[in-house]
């Protein structure tokens, strides 16, 4: 009724064992003919990053030669680069889109490959659009078309010959970090499907971890400063974009690392250097999400109506109007019955002692505190800048200023109100106890404030370019 498992004898089974010990022989062998790298890549993992326990590994080499697995057009099939497109000329480009909470922005970057294989920036194109793929949530299509004339310009920028080896990206941030998955999904799916419409090689079209966000900021920054290349002492990089703020620095005393938890730090390798940084992004301590918290009492936006009329001591005097936040949109005004009872009593100018204490309360129930940072060279960027460019406390091209000189400006603003700019003292405010009581740096610290250096936009998007090109095999 039962059958028996024959007996294998002993010539069969040293047959056997030979066959297997002949298989794992055959297995070593391509793995030592192709590389362990290219082996663990085509049959072991499909990650984006070929070692796990070390999330970014880039050298600035280009490879000048494209895996033909990765080139793949509106078919899903793999297409042939002309044999002259690459060789005779060495110009590399990547496309990155950065899919923000108030904005979308493309950068196309075109790399210059120096003797020895090393990449060097040579050209950039930037443009940018409003409202963020986050406005689009009840229309995820319109939502893709908002970027297709950003793809055209980026599609005259690069040389034809070169189009179908430049790889094409998209990263949402906080924007659409905010919004449900289902929500997020369908459009980041119109989005892919526009993308195929056109040559590039098709990267990952995502939302955007926010530790790659502050890691990505940090790389741009230090690799245009050269601080990466030429071994001088790397800055920090303060982040601020509408959903989300990021911090990211090599620290200096183990008490810093100490303090925090395990993931707020994090190992990578640049340039044969290896780093260990400090980094952490705060999800709802963007510069909008703030304004939000501040006017709703710190509530979700599933909590508060359309019908609710927003208010705080943040606000000019009298002042009434709406306020865009994804996909939403509220009525704001300085109601005489906001939890602060005496406001409606309070001049312009002694409410922003009101405004400072609850945006110090804020960033005190997140916000981990780096003293340390006060001994850094430190520089801030994106809503950092633009506000203190909108209240003419740096000029267009950045400088250097103080953390005392966003609260000087805030207070000024409160007692002068723009009309066109009713937030502005608001953010100030915000932008003050982030960095004093939300990071503990010093008041009269120095600040670099910058936008661009040597003509670049700074921001994560150059080191988002350094890993698409790395996962897509055109450097290493």
């Known amino acids: 009724m039962f059958s028996t ?28 003919v192709t590389g362990y790298d290219d082996f663990k890549h085509k049959f072991i993992s499909n990650s984006v990053f070929k070692d ?10 280009a490879t000048l030669s494209v895996p033909q697995k990765h080139l793949k057009g509106n078919n ?37 490959t120096l003797p020895g294989g090393l990449l060097r920036l040579d050209k950039e194109l930037f443009k940018t659009t409003k409202p963020g793929l986050s406005a689009y949530a009840n229309d995820p299509q319109m939502g893709a078309e908002s970027l297709r004339p ?20 998209l990263k949402a941030t906080a924007g659409l970090r905010l919004l449900s998955e289902g929500v997020a999904d369908n459009i980041l799916n119109e989005v892919t499907q526009m993308f195929k419409q056109y040559p590039f090689p098709l990267g990952d079209v ?28 790397t800055v920090a990089a303060l982040d601020l974009g509408g959903g989300s703020t990021q911090i990211t620095f090599v620290p200096q005393h183990r008490e810093t690392v100490k303090a925090v938890p395990k993931n707020f730090t994090s190992k990578i390798t640049l340039f044969n250097k290896s780093y260990k940084l400090y980094t952490h992004s705060y999800l709802g301590q963007g510069l909008m999400s703030a304004r939000f918290s501040l006017l709703s009492d710190d509530k979700e936006p599933n ?13 000019p005097n009298k002042f009434a109007g709406n306020f865009r936040f994804g996909a939403h949109r509220y009525r704001v005004g300085s109601t005489s019955d906001h939890r602060h009872s005496v406001y409606s009593a309070l001049t312009n100018g002694s409410s922003f002692n009101a405004c400072l204490k609850d945006a110090v309360n804020f960033v005190d129930r997140y916000m981990a505190d780096v003293k340390e940072l006060s001994n850094a060279d430190i520089y801030i960027f994106s809503y950092f800048f633009d506000r203190a460019n909108d209240a003419g406390i740096i000029a267009k091209d950045g400088g250097q200023m103080t953390i005392k000189d966003f609260k000087k400006a805030a207070a000024h603003y409160f007692s002068k109100p723009l009309l066109d700019h009713p937030y502005l003292g608001m953010d100030l405010t915000y932008i003050y106890a982030l960095l004093h009581d939300g990071y503990h740096i010093r008041p009269n610290k120095g600040l670099e404030v910058i936008k661009k250096v040597n003509g670049t936009e ?15 095999g055109l450097a290493k």
Request: one cysteine or more; glycine letters at 8%; a positive charge.
């Open 5 to 32: 498992i024959p007996r294998l004898s002993m010539y069969q089974f040293r047959g056997r064992v030979g066959v297997f010990l002949a298989f794992v022989l055959i297995v070593a062998l391509v793995i030592v």
């Open 52 to 61: 796990k326990r070390n999330p970014y590994i880039f050298n600035g080499e």
């Open 76 to 112: 899903g099939f793999a297409q042939v680069a002309p044999s002259n497109s690459i060789n005779n000329d060495k110009d590399i480009y990547a496309i990155v889109f950065d899919a923000g909470s108030t904005g979308s922005r493309v950068h196309v970057f075109k790399f210059k």
């Open 150 to 169: 950003m793809v055209i310009e980026a599609l005259a920028f690069v040389p034809k010959a070169k189009q179908n080896v430049t790889p094409i990206t």
């Open 206 to 233: 995502s939302i955007m971890d926010g530790i790659d966000e502050g890691i990505f900021s940090w790389i741009t920054l230090n690799y245009i400063l050269g601080t990466l290349t030429n071994g001088n002492k």
């Open 303 to 315: 909590e508060v109506t359309n019908t609710t009329v927003l208010s705080s001591p943040c606000l």
């Open 458 to 472: 700074i921001s994560w998007a150059l080191g988002s370019a350094f890993h698409l090109l790395y996962t897509m």
